[in-house]
């Protein structure tokens, strides 16, 4: 099922803190993307941690058994697995601030492009080509794009996370508020032990559970990893990337990756432009986009009759792209628009082109968690129904903004900012 999409403006922080000095990896493009904290109403106090205890935890562990064995994980690999296991309270705290810590696309960018990470994408296309062209080959995605989501998983393997996978997960299963989707991975976790594929000290990555190179959580790995070694286990842990690589380029291609096809173009738009063109469900050929004076930026690829969207991640004044069905694609790794548009420009960097042509309104800011509640609160109130109020900025609100900007006479681009707030404010 899809999640819905986050918009462009908003993204949350890393889930893998990076030592000192190191470039930092990015918290996304998991296979399976966790479910996000949804209203303020939703968001349990922090206050009430000290509810919870590591003897509480020890409690949860050993009700859990039962359901462990009817699901045939044996009481031996589960001793194992939680015999050293802790309650993290700092996880949970994280897990709950994740949506009150935003950046800007254009701050986003900055980094996950940065010049760093481009020129150590090519150096590490560079030393796995080989592998990285028989993977292309067999899945059709193209070495690049597998190397970019390699560099913002885990700053090309440099950092893969060290903490002990089953008591993150554990730990969150046991603070309850998305019991349901987290006991399922403690699940696949234990799993993944039973039948050998790795052994618990092994079994480690980021504080939200998600592992190795590419960062798959442990139901993604049990349904698509590969092993490319031939080896017989699909090791994504070790400092050999070459099954992680494997393993991403078989999800993105399992998920409907197109070959050939780019994940998308930046574009020039003419003046006047009709915003309302701006919409994920509005497609045309790249010639039909011509035929409104919409211009390429160089000299794009594109296969003839390729459907495309035009995405407007900063509204108006920000660079536009237009997206394929690829973008939707990469998507499935992680549904925040910056994510998408940062592996798609980090593999172009890494293939030759040039940075962005278009600017951003950095002058603006993010709204925060509580002024996106508000925002769709206000819509509400106006007419403008975004139909939920969950302080996530998706295609509905996208959608509302738009509307609500046209009957205002204002440009209908879909961005949500601070100017439109307080025009919401001023009713």
């Known amino acids: 099922m899809r999640i819905p999409v986050l918009s462009a403006v908003l993204l949350s922080f890393v889930a893998i803190a990076p030592p000192a000095g190191a470039e930092a990896p990015f918290e996304g493009p998991r296979p399976k993307a966790r479910p996000i904290v949804l ?166 990555g980021s504080w939200a559970g998600a592992m190795g190179h590419t960062q798959f959580m442990p139901s993604s790995y049990l349904d698509l990893a590969i092993d490319h070694t031939g080896d017989g286990r699909r090791d994504i842990w070790s400092d050999d990337p070459r099954d992680a690589l494997a393993s991403s380029a078989a999800y993105l291609q399992h998920h409907g990756w197109q070959t050939d096809v780019p994940w998308g173009i930046e574009v020039l738009l003419p003046e006047p432009f009709d915003y309302m063109q701006a919409r994920r469900d509005n497609t045309m050929t790249l010639e039909a986009w011509r035929d409104l004076g919409v211009v390429p930026v160089g000299q794009p690829d594109m296969p003839d009759g390729t459907a495309l969207s035009l995405l407007l991640p900063a509204g108006a004044d920000g660079a536009a792209f237009l997206i394929s069905e690829n973008f939707e694609v990469l998507e499935r790794y992680n549904t925040a628009d910056a994510y998408v548009i940062a592996v798609g420009h980090l593999a172009d960097r890494i293939a030759g082109a040039g940075p962005l042509t278009g600017d951003w309104p950095r002058t603006d800011r993010a709204l925060t968690f509580d002024e996106r509640i508000e925002l769709q609160t206000r819509l509400r109130a106006a007419g403008f129904d975004p139909e939920k109020i969950d302080g996530r900025i998706g295609p509905l609100t996208i959608s509302a903004v738009r509307t609500y900007q046209r009957a205002q006479g204002v440009r209908p681009d879909g961005y949500v900012s601070l100017r439109v707030l307080e025009r919401l404010r001023d009713g």
């Open 39 to 204: 209203a303020s109403a939703e968001v349990t106090s922090l206050a009430s941690l000290s509810a919870l205890s590591q003897q509480g935890f020890e409690r949860w562990i050993a009700g859990f058994r039962r359901t462990a064995r009817a699901a045939g994980i044996s009481d031996r690999t589960y001793d194992a697995a939680f015999a050293s296991a802790r309650f993290d309270p700092k996880i949970v705290e994280r897990d709950r601030r994740q949506n009150e810590f935003t950046k800007t696309i254009w701050d986003y960018l900055d980094t996950a492009v940065s010049d760093a990470r481009v020129a150590n994408g090519r150096r590490a296309l560079a030393d796995h080509r080989a592998t990285l062209q028989e993977i292309e080959a067999q899945y059709g995605v193209p070495a690049e794009v597998v190397t970019a989501i390699w560099g913002l998983e885990s700053a090309y393997g440099g950092y893969r996370g060290d903490t002990p996978t089953l008591a993150a997960l554990a730990t969150l299963a046991y603070e309850g508020r998305r019991a349901e989707f987290f006991e399922g991975e403690v699940l696949a976790a234990l799993t993944i032990l039973e039948t050998g594929e790795t052994t618990p000290d092994r079994l480690r």
